[in-house]
């Protein structure tokens, strides 16, 4: 056989084929029950399009809706069709970006009127119909001059920033379904109608293009998909599971602690919570002051200078709280921070007075109260705050001590 390659199958087995026959062309050749049942195939543990030619010798694997791994490639494929349902929907919103995460998949989108999720059983219909009409989904190769024409005269200035994104020796994969098309890595499986209905879409949320706040907000969609109606409805009874145990629920039942407008990202600890966090502190003071740590505190304003010399500002400065205090007739105005971090404190207190080396180790703990300035929609609450207390530590040891003092570190936690 001319241009063959060798295949070796779970089962051990090892057979020759042509390298130009395709997934779905080997899936036929072992059985057509498993050609119907096949959504994709993989070489070497990667994932391939079914119509993709074999190409190379290798362990092969023809992939199922059974297999775990399908679900990546259900979620891939309904995160296609929602921005298909989408743009058939409300014409000119533009598509940015729609991966695969975990549980689930989104899509930004960039329209003049954000999406709520009031919009979701209009678009969610739409979705059903597009999956019914189970269009394959085929690859192209486009040269970079072909894909910026194309997608400059729809409109989608997304796009063409990433493809100039993209590296000059790197293809341009163009998947369609039916009229439909995007930039993709792949793989999809073969048709639209092999995504079925077990899909929900779960929630909105805002999105700086590229994950930069200089950049336009978009809109996110998120969504869940599965292989089968019973999954779906088992992660979804989860969630409402999660949500009942949901410590900012519980917070306010409990009268633990609460979020509010004016603090956004800080916590209004009520007595019985503080009194627990008390008592948290109080049980990790003990056990830092038995491993002869010596417990400080710095300051939480310090001058913009400090963390230059730290190199927190060259690197952090856009997530730190500032503030410029002018100065007077003898004075300059000047910039402090308030401290995201312990670190340049800390070292501030060693640097004070002589030390010998007799000296070390000194192990200096805080728990410090640091801000630092996280994307609103980054905030969870207690889990992603703008403002807490870390229970820092910082030894300063010889480089003989080092091995020794990383064993204690691990075993104190």
Same mark, same amino acid.
Request: glycine share 8%; aromatic share 10%; proline share 4%.
């Given at each position: ?59 092969? /694997? +023809? @992939?199922? =809706?059974?297999? *775990?791994?399908?679900? $990546?490639?259900?979620?891939? #494929?309904? !995160? ?48 059903? /119909? +597009? @999956?019914? =009409?189970?269009? *394959?989904?085929?690859? $192209?190769?486009?040269?970079? #001059?072909? !894909? ?266």
């Amino acid at each position: 056989m001319l241009n063959s390659v060798s295949l070796t199958f779970p089962d051990g087995s090892v057979r020759d084929y042509d390298a130009a026959m395709t997934g779905a062309g080997l899936a036929e050749s072992i059985s057509k029950s498993l050609a119907k049942k096949a959504v994709a195939y993989s070489i070497d543990g990667t994932l391939r399009d079914l119509s993709d030619p074999i190409g190379r010798s290798g362990k092969v /694997e +023809i @992939i199922t =809706r059974e297999d *775990p791994r399908a679900l $990546e490639l259900i979620r891939h #494929d309904a !995160a296609h069709v929602l921005a298909e349902a989408v743009q058939e929907l409300w014409p000119g919103t533009q598509v940015t970006i729609g991966p695969v995460i975990e549980n689930g998949f989104y899509y930004d989108f960039a329209r003049n009127e954000p999406f709520t999720p009031d919009d979701f059983p209009v678009i969610e219909k739409k979705m059903r /119909e +597009i @999956i019914a =009409r189970n269009k *394959p989904f085929t690859k $192209e190769v486009w040269s970079r #001059d072909k !894909a910026k024409k194309i997608f400059a005269d729809k409109g989608e200035r997304y796009k063409l920033e990433l493809i100039d994104a993209i590296a000059e020796d790197q293809d341009l994969k163009i998947y369609a379904q039916g009229d439909w098309f995007d930039l993709c890595r792949g793989p999809h499986m073969a048709s639209t109608g092999q995504i079925g209905n077990a899909f929900k879409l779960m929630k909105v949320a805002g999105a700086y293009w590229r994950g930069d706040s200089n950049n336009p907000m978009l809109t996110r969609i998120y969504g869940t998909a599965w292989a089968d109606q019973a999954q779906l409805e088992a992660y979804q009874t989860m969630l409402e599971e999660a949500e009942k145990r949901d410590h900012r629920k519980l917070g306010r039942e409990m009268d633990l602690f609460h979020f509010q407008e004016e603090g956004p990202g800080v916590v209004f600890w009520h007595a019985k919570g503080w009194r627990m966090f008390q008592n948290l502190v109080n049980y990790m003071r003990r056990r830092l002051d038995e491993q002869g740590y010596q417990e400080v505190n710095a300051p939480q304003v310090l001058d913009k200078s400090l963390w230059e010399t730290s190199g927190h500002w060259g690197w952090y400065r856009d997530n730190m709280f500032k503030v410029t205090v002018a100065g007077d007739d003898t004075d300059d105005d000047r910039v402090f921070a308030l401290k995201p971090m312990n670190c340049p404190g800390h070292v501030q207190i060693f640097k004070h007075g002589l030390k010998s080396y007799r000296d070390l180790p000194v192990k200096l703990a805080e728990f410090g109260n640091v801000h630092r300035y996280e994307p609103s929609g980054a905030l969870h609450g207690l889990m992603r705050v703008r403002g807490f207390t870390q229970d820092d530590a910082h030894i300063f040891c010889t480089e003989e001590q080092l091995a020794d003092e990383c064993i204690k570190i691990n075993d104190l936690i």
